[in-house]
């Protein structure tokens, strides 16, 4: 297929890069969602319809809920990457630290491309294709195997529609643009099902995730157009390995009187150092993605996210200020 006729064309060094390399690492990053999975699985079978030899990495193996995945069970940890590529393809990341401990210092020579639909990305690599316009870095990915004409269904299929319908929220978030519905369309052609894989992560969640919600919606705090929740390290031992604080944030974005909303999980850095991860929503007409990119995260206008140093008693009260503050400056403007 012509790119010409693609909605987002990948640009030709890209494909001219991909052409070239013989073996590539493909990396996504830490804390993954169905578009991280999804993206770095996708790129895996696209470099090997091409002949390549592809090895997918991530920070931590932690498959749950994307257990289901094609081609999961031979993703690698840090340890095992080794400076033997010539490519190194980094997905769904707006920035070098988002690969964590898998962009390890023996492979930062090789020549990195960097695909991401982050708005804030940092275009850090040698070649960056970066479309916020699409929902997932798994849409830009049908976009390149089209661009490549490699064959759209089975394995590939199932990993790029898995990107969309949990970067989506099942079709639900503002970004679903007719775009995105058109690419759906074409994975289900392709045989893939919405509803299965719906059913297997949207629709989907652990118990000691139901427990969690039961423990920190205990925490919800409301104030000027801002609602926020609190999870402290003892919710996350009280209730045992497998839950997803990441789903708390979703819940708090319905909330009808809530404009802008965060969830602030309590985290220990890699030297034992107090850390809050931060998990911003809005709805749509604001942003909280120039927010998280000033405290060193990234992510779209409805949704995005970062990690401080300190405690929560320190940086809860300063963050949902700067929240409130930015509520109440784009209510000014979208008044306008």
């Known amino acids: 297929m012509t790119t010409a006729a693609l909605p987002f064309p990948p640009p030709a060094e890209l494909l001219e890069q991909l052409r070239r390399a013989r073996r590539v690492l493909c990396i996504s990053h830490v804390n993954p969602d169905g578009d991280a999975y999804g993206s770095l699985l996708a790129m895996v079978w696209i470099l090997r319809a091409l002949g390549k030899e592809a090895t997918p990495a991530m920070d931590a193996v932690t498959t749950g809920e994307f257990a289901f995945l094609p081609g999961i069970a031979e993703v ?38 960097v695909i991401d639909h982050h708005r804030t990305n940092t275009l850090f690599g040698a070649v960056n294709w970066v479309e916020s316009a699409c929902a997932a870095t798994c849409q830009m990915l049908l976009y390149l195997a089209q661009a490549l004409d490699v064959p759209v269904a089975g394995p590939l299929a199932t990993c790029l529609l898995t990107g969309l319908v949990t970067d989506t929220l099942g079709f639900r978030t503002s970004n679903t643009s007719a775009e995105v519905l058109e690419a759906a369309m074409v ?50 031992a009280a209730v045992g390995a497998g839950a997803d604080e990441a789903k708390i944030s979703s819940i708090l974005a319905t909330v009808a009187e809530a404009e802008m909303s965060a969830v602030f999980t309590e985290k220990l850095g890699e030297s034992g150092q107090p850390q809050v991860e931060c998990s911003f929503r809005a709805k749509p007409g604001f942003n909280v993605a120039d927010l998280a990119f000033s405290f060193g995260g990234g992510g779209h206008a409805p949704a995005a996210g970062c990690t401080v140093d300190g405690t929560l008693t320190e940086m809860i009260p300063l963050i949902v200020g700067r929240l409130q503050e930015e509520r109440r400056r784009q209510s000014g403007r979208i008044q306008a």
Not at 204 to 220: E, H, Y
């Open 76 to 113: 690698i940890a840090p340890a095992a990457v080794a400076p033997v590529y010539d490519l190194v393809v980094c997905l769904d990341a707006s920035s070098p630290d988002r690969m964590g401990a898998a962009w390890r210092a023996e492979i930062q020579a090789t020549p990195l491309a």
């Open 187 to 236: 994975l289900q052609r392709s045989g893939v099902s919405v509803a299965e894989i719906a059913g297997q992560t949207v629709g989907r969640m652990p118990l000691t995730t139901l427990r969690l919600w039961g423990r920190v919606l205990q925490s919800v705090e409301f104030a000027e157009g801002v609602l926020w929740a609190t999870v402290r390290l003892a919710d996350l």
